[in-house]
C-alpha cells in the first residue's frame, strides 16, 4: 500500500479481529486487509454514497466484492451486521468519531484503532468513560503531517493524567518527541494572542508540564 500511515493502522490489526473500517473512503485500508490475510473478517462503511461507489470499483476491480460487504452508514446506525470485535477510524476529526462512537451499544467492541486529526487530549478522555483505555501510540510522518494512531481496548491500564494529556512516552520513537514539540509551539503560539487570563494560565500549565518532557 502506498501510504505509511494506512500500513501503520494495518499493523495493528491482529488475526482473530472481525473489522469494521468506518469511513472507508476508497476502501484501500479494507482491500489491504483482505489481501495480506491480515484478519478473518473486514466490513467497510462510509455516510457519503460517492466514496463508496469508488470503494466499490476498487474492490471490484479487486476481486473482493464478496470478502468486503460495504455499508452507506452515519457511523454504526446502518450496519446491520453485528458480529464485529474491532473498531478503525482514521483521518478525523475528534467530534466526528465521538459522534461515531454513541451509537456502539449493540455492538461487542474489544478494541478501537483510531487515527484522530486532531484533540487527543479529548479522544482519550471520552474513551475512557467508555471504558476504552490506550493501550499503544505509534507516531508516523507522511505527506508533510504527524499522524497519531492509538489502540485503545477495554483491558489496557489506566493511564496517568500526563499521559492522558501527552500520550504514553515513547523513548524509542523519535517522533514522539517531535510531535510533543509540535505540540509547544501551538500552545505557544494560541498563548501570545490569548486574552482571557484563566485561558492564558491553563496555556501556561501545559508549557510547563511540556518543558519536563522536551
Ligand atoms: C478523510 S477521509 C479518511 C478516509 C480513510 N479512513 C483514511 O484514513 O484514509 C474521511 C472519510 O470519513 C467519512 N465519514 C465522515 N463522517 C462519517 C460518519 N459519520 N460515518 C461514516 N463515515 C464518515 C467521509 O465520507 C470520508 O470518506
Given at each position: 500500500?502506498?501510504?505509511?500511515?494506512?500500513e501503520?493502522?494495518?499493523?495493528?490489526?491482529?488475526?482473530?479481529?472481525?473489522v469494521?473500517?468506518?469511513?472507508?473512503?476508497?476502501?484501500?485500508?479494507?482491500i489491504?486487509?483482505?489481501?495480506k490475510?491480515?484478519?478473518?473478517?473486514?466490513?467497510?462503511?462510509?455516510?457519503?454514497?460517492?466514496?463508496?461507489?469508488?470503494?466499490?470499483?476498487?474492490i471490484?476491480?479487486?476481486?473482493?466484492?464478496?470478502?468486503?460487504?460495504?455499508y452507506?452508514?452515519?457511523?454504526?446506525?446502518?450496519?446491520?451486521?453485528?458480529?464485529?470485535?474491532?473498531?478503525?477510524?482514521?483521518?478525523?476529526?475528534?467530534?466526528?468519531?465521538l459522534?461515531?462512537?454513541?451509537?456502539?451499544?449493540?455492538?461487542?467492541?474489544?478494541?478501537?484503532?483510531?487515527?484522530?486529526?486532531?484533540?487527543?487530549?479529548?479522544?482519550?478522555?471520552?474513551?475512557?468513560?467508555?471504558?476504552?483505555?490506550?493501550?499503544?501510540?505509534k507516531?508516523v510522518?507522511?505527506k508533510?503531517?504527524?499522524y497519531?494512531?492509538?489502540?485503545y481496548?477495554?483491558?489496557?491500564r489506566?493511564?496517568?493524567?500526563?499521559?492522558?494529556?501527552?500520550?504514553?512516552?515513547?523513548?524509542?520513537?523519535?517522533?514522539?518527541y517531535?510531535?510533543?514539540?509540535n505540540?509547544f509551539?501551538?500552545?505557544?503560539?494560541?498563548?501570545?494572542?490569548?486574552?482571557?487570563?484563566?485561558?492564558?494560565?491553563?496555556?501556561?500549565?501545559?508549557?510547563?508540564?511540556?518543558?519536563?518532557?522536551?
Open positions: 500500500m502506498k501510504s505509511l500511515r494506512l501503520t493502522i494495518a499493523s495493528f490489526v491482529e488475526p482473530e479481529d472481525k469494521i473500517d468506518i469511513g472507508c473512503d476508497h476502501a484501500y485500508l479494507p489491504f486487509l483482505i489481501q490475510k491480515i484478519c478473518q473478517k473486514v466490513i467497510a462503511s462510509d455516510i457519503h454514497e460517492e466514496a463508496l461507489k469508488i470503494a466499490r470499483k476498487n471490484e476491480k479487486n476481486h473482493l466484492m464478496e470478502e468486503i460487504p460495504l452507506l452508514s452515519d457511523g454504526l446506525k446502518n450496519v446491520p451486521d453485528k458480529d464485529i470485535n474491532t473498531i478503525i477510524i482514521a483521518g478525523m476529526g475528534t467530534n466526528t468519531i459522534h461515531i462512537l454513541s451509537s456502539l451499544d449493540p455492538f461487542s467492541i474489544d478494541k478501537l484503532i483510531i487515527q484522530a486529526n486532531n484533540d487527543l487530549p479529548l479522544l482519550r478522555k471520552e474513551l475512557r468513560k467508555k471504558k476504552f483505555f490506550l493501550q499503544k501510540e507516531i510522518y507522511e508533510n503531517h504527524y497519531i494512531i492509538g489502540i481496548s477495554k483491558n489496557a489506566r493511564l496517568t493524567s500526563k499521559e492522558k494529556y501527552f500520550g504514553p512516552y515513547d523513548a524509542s520513537n523519535h517522533g514522539y517531535i510531535s510533543l514539540y505540540h509551539q501551538t500552545i505557544n503560539h494560541k498563548l501570545s494572542w490569548k486574552k482571557n487570563t484563566k485561558e492564558k494560565f491553563f496555556l501556561f500549565l501545559k508549557i510547563q508540564l511540556l518543558k519536563k518532557y522536551l
